[in-house]
């Protein structure tokens, strides 16, 4: 598999993988950047259910 180091699919590891490695350019590409996290809307839809109780006025 990919990720047992058999890039050519042929279901073995041998220097063929290393060819088609190097071939595709990802190999060579340097470190990827950093992806950054983007909150889910309903997050704050969350928080105010929670705060609800609280904002409820006592008699």
């Given at each position: 598999?990919?990720?047992?180091g058999?890039?050519?699919?042929?279901?073995?590891?041998?220097?063929s993988?290393?060819?088609?490695?190097?071939?595709?350019?990802?190999?060579?590409?340097?470190?990827?950047?950093?992806?950054?996290?983007?909150?889910?809307?309903?997050?704050?839809?969350?928080?105010?259910?929670?705060?609800?109780?609280?904002?409820?006025?006592?008699?």
């Amino acid at each position: 598999s990919w990720g047992e180091g058999d890039w050519d699919g042929d279901g073995l590891f041998g220097t063929s993988d290393f060819a088609t490695a190097f071939q595709d350019g990802g190999y060579e590409a340097g470190p990827r950047p950093a992806v950054s996290a983007v909150p889910e809307p309903a997050s704050l839809t969350l928080l105010l259910l929670g705060l609800l109780p609280f904002a409820r006025k006592r008699k």
